[in-house]
């Protein structure tokens, strides 16, 4: 079970990682990690620098991917990233503006994509 | 979109307009945030508007909701907020139209989308009146208590769903008519009838005595001897709340909610009988967004102290202030609010801790000490409020079992009679008088004016304050008490038999 949701997380970010380089998105880092945890995708939009995160749900029967991002998870993502920047510091300094975003998508049970929705700046 | 929402607050026992702003953003990431200096209670608004939209077959926006309760620096409490919310959402999610005019929407929501009974309902009503405001939309459970304020439009709301076919004309709710001012709440039936009683006329005289002029009473007897009998028989003989009268006591019943489903105005008199053990702030009021304590609730009743001594010192020395002015100002960090609390103290003690102390047949146990710190506890300022002190003595157990004519004891409905007739008579002295009902709410100004002794009768009071050293409290006490005793032979002046009787009431003969 465990290791079916690692690979719908993959290919949930894979859908993203698509979508998002169509709005001209570009990659910098997939899965970046470290002790405190993971960024799905990290982007650059234009000039800002993009931390997304990715939710992704099969079917409508266990609730909306928007509410599996609470604030908790924003904060840990915003801890991931602070830690990314220091280990970065030339990516710090050429983009000076920084963000977090959200994809959330959810598939029909075949696999389709039924719906799939960005969020600019959820970070507040 | 932006929906703006009326509800209310309430501060004390005052109503403050409440603006309900919604915001519904399609831009952002999803949530549902609130601010403006929310309860906890408050807070899980949230998860009973989402589950209560939901199941009223109404969409949940998928959207950026941020509700702020305005003005923002005024602590909110309780659910009362829930409608307002939802409609709030449901407005600015173009699912409903509100009203142009403003109006107030309140109640509590159930997870299926149903209104609960919700406390306040009552001082919304009169704020509306006050504001101006047509419209009020509460919970059906408790809208004839807004039914009673007349000029302003009631809606009994089931439930969200039919409030927004309501709101869009398809199923019209039919606004409440204005209520009689009729009793709507049962009958509470007095727990012993005065005709139960063996012996104790003393006792039975003095309370028709206190239930007539609205006094203090203090009874002091050994264990089993009737006291409480004798208190908790008393609202058998209490009149009815006038009109007037009515309307206070409903507004402290509706803000603790203590009016139950259906009912509107409270014209039974309260019968307040809180346990020994209960804490300052339970009787007096309190806690930091100040609520009514026991004497509050009891305004305009009765509030029994059974074990009087057994209660904490503070408790009894704070009832020092309602009892002089007949209400209490409680002062927090939030501001000071002044609650009504004009009641009638019934008292009732052993005379020592064993009980026994000056009974013919047991022999008290109780060392001087123990007696002097049992009877420290009355103190001199309380003691010196309370009008009339009696003393219960035991009843003759051979005299209890003798004892056949209980049909030609007096009922409980006779003696009430008599005391509906005293009262009539003060209704009618003190007309147009604020706040003054009966004979124990004078003050000294009107004392003068509506107490005159015969020369007899003075004379009679003069020699009694000089020979027990009475205070000049108890002096006007006492003048108030004769005026009872006469209103009770409906004698226009009172004669030296009328103080005599009072003074009976008044001199403790220790022993």
Request: aromatic fraction near 6%; proline fraction near 5%.
């Amino acid at each position: 079970m465990k290791k079916y949701n690692y690979q719908k997380g993959r290919q949930g970010e894979n859908i993203a990682l698509v979508f998002l380089q169509k709005l001209s998105f570009e990659l910098v880092e997939k899965n970046f990690q470290n002790k405190r945890g993971e960024i799905d995708l990290i982007m650059i939009d234009k000039n800002v620098l993009v931390f997304v995160e990715v939710k992704l749900k099969v079917g409508q029967d266990f609730g909306s991917p928007e509410d599996m991002i609470s604030p908790r998870k924003i904060w840990r993502v915003r801890r991931i990233a602070e830690s990314f920047l220091v280990e970065r510091p030339n990516l710090a300094k050429k983009y000076p503006q920084q963000r977090i975003d959200a994809v959330c998508m959810v598939l029909e049970k075949d696999g389709q994509v039924s719906r799939i929705n960005h969020y600019k700046n959820i970070g507040g | 979109m932006l929906a703006k929402v009326f509800s209310a607050s309430n501060y004390g026992l005052k109503a403050i307009d409440i603006e309900v702003e919604v915001n519904v953003a399609e831009k952002g990431f999803p949530g549902f945030g609130m601010v403006g200096m929310a309860s906890k209670a408050v807070e899980e608004a949230r998860e009973r508007v989402r589950t209560a939209i939901n199941n009223s077959g109404f969409e949940f926006p998928v959207a950026k909701i941020t509700v702020n309760l305005a003005p923002a620096d005024l602590p909110k409490e309780g659910s009362r907020y829930d409608l307002p919310i939802a409609m709030g959402i449901l407005e600015a999610s173009g699912q409903v139209e509100l009203p142009s005019e403003k109006s107030y929407f309140y109640g509590e929501l159930s997870l299926d989308g149903g209104l609960r009974h919700t406390k306040g309902v009552f001082l919304l009503a009169v704020l509306a009146k006050e504001k101006r405001v047509k419209n009020i939309f509460v919970p059906r459970l408790c809208a004839n208590e807004a039914s009673v304020i007349q000029g302003i439009n009631v809606y009994p709301v089931d439930s969200l769903k039919s409030l927004v076919s309501h709101l869009k004309g398809n199923r019209k709710i039919d606004k409440l008519l204005t209520v009689k001012r009729q009793e709507l709440m049962g009958q509470i039936r007095p727990e012993f009838d005065f005709s139960e009683i063996v012996g104790q006329e003393q006792a039975k005289r003095a309370m028709e005595i206190v239930a007539t002029g609205g006094h203090n009473i203090f009874l002091m007897g050994p264990p089993g001897s009737g006291k409480t009998m004798l208190s908790r028989a008393m609202p058998g003989i209490m009149p009815d709340l006038s009109e007037k009268e009515s309307l206070e006591v409903t507004k402290i019943f509706s803000i603790t909610g203590n009016i139950p489903a259906g009912a509107s105005l409270v014209r039974k008199r309260p019968f307040r009988s809180p346990h020994h053990t209960t804490s300052m702030v339970g009787l007096i009021g309190g806690s930091s967004n100040p609520k009514p304590g026991e004497v509050s609730l009891a305004h305009r009743g009765v509030l029994f102290l059974d074990e009087f001594p057994e209660f904490s010192r503070g408790s009894l020395e704070a009832l020092r202030q309602p009892l002089e002015d007949g209400r209490v100002t409680i002062s927090r960090a939030s501001g000071t609010v002044t609650f009504p609390a004009n009641f009638i103290l019934v008292a009732a003690a052993n005379p020592c801790p064993c009980g026994f102390m000056g009974d013919p047949k047991h022999e008290c146990k109780c060392s001087i000490y123990q007696i002097n710190r049992y009877q420290k506890k009355l103190s001199g300022p309380i003691m010196d409020r309370i009008d009339l002190h009696l003393n219960v003595p035991a009843v003759d157990v051979n005299k209890l079992m003798a004892d056949k004519n209980s049909r030609q004891r007096e009922k409980s409905a006779d003696i009430k009679k008599r005391v509906v007739a005293g009262r009539k008579i003060q209704q009618k002295r003190f007309d147009g008088i604020d706040g003054v009902f009966c004979n124990a709410d004078m003050k000294n100004r009107h004392i003068k004016k509506f107490a005159m002794l015969s020369p007899k009768a003075n004379l009679l009071l003069k020699q009694a304050v000089n020979k027990y050293a009475l205070s000049t409290r108890t002096y006007f006490r006492l003048i108030k008490v004769s005026r009872t005793i006469a209103d009770l032979e409906a004698s226009l002046d009172i004669k030296d038999r009328h103080v005599a009787e009072a003074l009976q009431y008044r001199i403790r003969l220790d022993n």
